[in-house]
C-alpha cells in the first residue's frame, strides 16, 4: 500500500474513533508528507490533500490548527481550500495564513475580512504587495486602527480613490497625516491636500495651547503669514528688491559674522532691506513673509518672531521703528514693550516654528 493511501485507511480509523491526540497524530504526518512532496504536485494531486487535510484540520484542537497554519503559511502551492479554512478560523489560527500564504486571492482577502472582522483585517494589512481591491476594503470597513496600519505597509497599493479618501481623513487625524508624509506613492495634487492639512493641524494644536490673552495675537500673525506666501512671479520681483542687500547678508552668515547684532545695527541706521534680509536669514523665513512681519498691518508679528529668536527688546524696537508713520510713536513703542515682555518665549518659539511650517522654509 502507498504512503497516502495507508495514511487515508488511518484517517478514516482516526476520525471514527480516535482521539484528538490522535487525530493531530495523523494530521502531522499527512502535513509532512504533503511538505516533502508538494514541489512536484500537479493540483490535481494536491486537491487530495486539500480534501482529507481540510476534514482532519476541522476536528483537532486549536494549538494543532495553529502548527498546522504556520506550517502551510509559506508554502507557494499550499492546498488551497485547507489555507481558506484556517483563514476564516479564530485569529490565533489564521494569522500566519492571513499574513503570508501566497494562495489567498485578493478576492478571498475583501470575504475574510467582510466575514471576521478587525483582527483579521489587522493580520491582513501586514501581507506584501497588497492589492487595491484589497486596500479599498481595508480603507472603507476597516475603522481608524486598520487605515493607519494598511497606510503604514509601504508596499500596498492604493487606488485613487483609496488614496484620497486617506488624504481626506488625515485632515482631520495627525498620526494619519505623519504617516502618508513617509509614503512616496501619494500623487502630487493629494501631496499639497496633505500638506494643506498637515499645516492646519499644526496650527490648532498650536492655538489650543496657547493662553486664551495671546490667541488673537497668534491668529492674526498666522494670518498675515499665510497671506505673504505669493506666486513664483511675486517672488522673483522681491528677490531683485533684496537682491544687493541679500548677497551681502548671505556673505555675512557664511563667515559666521551675522548675527542680531547686526540686524539691528542695520536696522537703527534705516538699512531696512540687509535688516530684513538679515531677520530672514536667522529666522529662517522668506523674504515676503519677513517683509509683511516687519511693514505688515500686524504691529504684533514682528514682537513673536523677535521674541521667538531670543532677541532683546532693544533690538525689536529698531525693527519697529523701520515702519513708516507710527514706528517712532512713543505711545505705539510702550505698548510693544508691555507686549513683548508679556510674551512668553516658549509661546513665541511655538508661534516661529508654526509661521517656519506655514512660509514653506526648513
Known sequence: MSPVGALLRDLETTMARGSSEERAAILAKLTELFLSTAAGMAEDQISVFDVVIGRLARAIELRARIELSERLSEVPNAPSGVVRQLALDEIAVARPVLVASPRLSDNDLVAISAAKGRDHMLAITERPDLGEPVTDFLILRGGRVVTHAVAANQSARFSRHGMGVLVMRAAQDDALQATLGTRADVPADLTDQLLTAAKNSARRRLEASLEPAMAGVVAGAVERSAETVSSESEIGDDLGKFGTALADIKALNETGKLDEAMVAHYAASGAAEHAIC??????????????QIVFGPDRDAVLLVARGMGWSWETTKTLIQLRKG?????????RAQISFRNLTPTTAQRVLGFLRMRDGTP
Open 278 to 291: 538679515g531677520v530672514a536669514v536667522l529666522a529662517g523665513l522668506s523674504l515676503p513673509a519677513t517683509e
Open 326 to 334: 507710527d514706528g517712532k510713536s512713543a505711545p505705539v513703542l510702550e
